[in-house]
C-alpha cells in the first residue's frame, strides 16, 4: 500500500521549536461524545454601562475610560508583571533556581464599540489597531527584552471581557517560547546562510498545498507541523524582523489579511470563531543592538475548535506528557479555510 | 523591601524541561469574571448497560466487553497509533520533514463498577491496577520504544466516559516530552554524577517546603518548578528507573499513596478533582539494552482547576505564546494539599 498522508499515521516535524508531532488521519472518524462548550456569545451590545472597557466606564482601579474614539490602551489593572519589585536571592543549586522577573501588562481595546471585530470593521480602523501595535512595540520594547501582543478570543479561551481587546505583557527577560525560536532560526542561519522563515514562506508559495490567503504583502498558512486543528501563521512576503519595520503598504495589506483571516475563521463554524494569537519578532531592548538577521516576524493563531462550534480538541493526557496530536490534516484545514468567504457571514444577513 | 517568594513576582527554573516559569503571586487576587465550567459529574451508578466500559456490554467494534471482576485491557476502538501502515517517503529538506510512526493504543479498565475510584477502592484493588500498569509496560516495552500509561479524568480533561479507566498508548519514537527529560536528566548525570530526581527528591525531603504526602517508599511534591495550580509529582525514596523495577513493598506503598493523594485533590473543592496523569521512566524497545542509570521512575499529575470546582487556570494567550505563567505558589499549593484529610469525603458521609 502506498503511503497517503490524509489517510496514515505519521510524524512531522516543527523546526522552530526543533520537536515533532503525531497526525492521525484516520482518526478523524472517532465519534465525539465527551464535554461540549457552551458556543461563542453572539449579539453582543455595542455599549454595556457595566463594562469597563466602553468608553466613560469606572474601571476596577477606579479610573474612569476616557471617551476613546479609535483604539485606547491602559496599564492593566491586575497585571502579572509588575514595574519594580525586590529580587529574590541568587542561589547555587541548580534545581532551585529563581530569577528576578521585571515588567509591565498593558490592555488594548480595539474599538469603541463592543460590538464590532475586525472583519466587521473598516478596514481603516484596522489600520489603526496595526499602527497602535507598532507604537507600543516600539514604546515598551526601547526598556525590555520582550513585548509579547497578544489575543484572548472568546470565553473558551480564558477571556472575561468581550469587549473587543488585545494584552500587551513586556518583560525583562526573553520567555521561553520566543527563545526556542531564537535558538532554532539563528542555526539554521548558521548551517544554510538563510533565513529559515523566508525559505519556509517561498516553499509553501510554491507547493500551494496549504495556503489559506495571500495579498500582495502576506500569505497566511496552516503551518506544515500545526498542532492546532486550525492553526495558522501570518507570513511576510517581503522579509522583516520586527513588527516595527513594516512599511505602509505591509501595514495596509495587513489590515485586509486580518480581516480575511478572522472572516474565514468565523464562516467556518458560524461563530465567533476562540483563538489566542499574537506577534513575534526578533528581541527588542538590549536585543535592539544585536544581530537579529535570523529572524522573521510573523503572527500566529492558536484556535481550539475541532468540529464545531462547541466541539474543541483537548490537549490532554498524551498531549501532555508525550507529544502533540492531531487527526485532520493540515492540508485539509487549510482547504476548509480556504473555501470559506473573505466577507464575514454577519454581513451577508438578508 | 526583602524579597518574598509569596508576594513577590519572579522566574523558576524547571531543570527537566530546561525552562523557566513566571511566578506572580499577587495576582491571585484578581476578580474572576470568566467562563466557569460545569462541575464534574456525581453520582454516577455502579452499572450502566450503555456504557461500553461496563461489563458485558458491546463496544463500538461489536465486540463485547467481557464479565471482568478486576483490571480489563483491550485495544482502543479508534487508535491514534496503528501497528502497520504505510511509511512516509524519506524527504531532504528540513522544513518539510515526516517520519513513520507506529503504535498501538490500549484502554483499561480499573475496576468492574464505575462508581467507585481509587480512594474508595480497597487497597487491594488498587494494587490490581498497579500490578496490570507494570504486565502492560513489560508487554508493550518489549516492543516499542515509549509506552505512556496516562489517565484523562473528568469530562473538563477531554474525558468521555466516567468509568474509571485509563489510556496506553505505545510507539516505535520516544516522543517529546520523555526526550526533553531523557536529555536533561542525562546531561545532569554527566554533569553531577548524581540522579537529578535523586538529588531532587532529597532535598525536597529535607526543605520540607512543598510535600503533599509521603510513606516509606513515596514523596509527593508540588514541585518548585509547578505551571498547573495543584500539579505534582510523585518521587520514589529508593531510586528506580522504570515501573517495571518496584518491588513488592514500593508497589503497595504506592497503592496507599495514590489513593491519599485523589482523596486529598477531591477533598479540596469537594468534587471529582479532574486531571491528566501518567507514568515516565527510563526508554523501553531498544532502550532495555542502553545505559539508562540517569532515569528516575515518576509519576505526574497536571490538574486544571484553580479556584473552585468549576474555576480552572486558562492557559492561553501568554502562556501559550511566551511562557508558562502561575499565580499561586508551589508552596501554598502543596500546604493546600497538605491540610486535606486522607480519607475520601464522599466515605465520612453521615
Ligand atoms: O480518550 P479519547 O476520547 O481517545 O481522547 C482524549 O485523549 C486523547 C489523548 O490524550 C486526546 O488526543 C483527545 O483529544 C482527548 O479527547
Ligand atoms: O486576561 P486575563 O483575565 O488577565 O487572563 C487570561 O489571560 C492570561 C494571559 O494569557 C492568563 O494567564 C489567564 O489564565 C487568562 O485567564
Redesign the pocket.
Known sequence: MAFNPNEHQHVRYNPLRNEWILVSPHRTLRPWSGQVETAPLENIPAYDPSNPLCPGVKRASGLVTPIYESTYVFT?D?P?LLENVPEPPSSDDPLFQAAPAGGTCRVMCFHPKSNVYLPTMKSEEVEAIIEEWINQMKDLGRKYQWVQI?E?RGSMM???NPHPHC?I?ASSFLPNEPKIKDENQRNYFKKYGRRMLEDYTKKELAKRERIVWENNEWVVVVPYWAVWPFETMVLPKRQIQRFADCDQSQKKELALTLQALVAKYDNLFKCSFPY?MGWHGAPTGDGLNEDQCHWTFHGIYYPPLLRSATVKKFMVGYEMLAQSQRDLTAEKAAAMLREQPEQHYSLSKP
Chains 1, 2 share one sequence.
Open positions: 492593566n491586575f502579572a497578544f484572548n480564558g477571556c472575561s494584552q505583557w489566542s
